[in-house]
């Protein structure tokens, strides 16, 4: 089992920044990668980023390229997910989610484990 649980989120203007945090407890966090997704409401959860098991392979949205940064800190057992240049179309709750193995996934069904989710809201 795994439990994780993000943090980070809130509201801020377009343009401005959010550094959402996932901790991760219950099974050595280095033996599995991790993915950002989001969902807005009335739309379907979406990919939004990934992480090898290692840190050393990456994965974005198209949308997000350039703007949001994932990381890993696999000392301390915690996901990041570094957002700048923040538009309104990125509001929505942002989950943090565990995979069944070390390999990154944009598929939402590889991931096996999931958190409650933050809110982000941006204004424009």
């Known amino acids: 089992q795994v439990q994780l649980v993000e943090s980070g989120g809130g509201e801020v203007q377009a343009g401005g920044s959010l550094r959402l945090s996932c901790a991760a407890s219950g099974r050595t966090f280095d033996n599995y990668a991790m993915g950002w997704f989001r969902q807005a409401p009335g739309k379907e959860r979406e990919f939004v980023a990934t992480?090898?098991?290692?840190?050393?392979?990456?994965g974005y949205k198209d949308s997000v390229k350039g703007r949001f940064t994932i990381s890993r800190d696999n000392a301390e057992d915690r996901a990041y997910l570094q957002m700048n240049s923040l538009k309104p179309e990125d509001t929505a709750v942002y989950f943090c989610a565990a995979g069944s193995n070390i390999w990154p996934s944009q598929a939402w069904r590889y991931y096996v484990y999931w958190g409650q989710g933050t809110q982000v809201t941006v204004s424009s």
């Open positions: 992480i090898s098991a290692s840190g050393g392979t990456t």
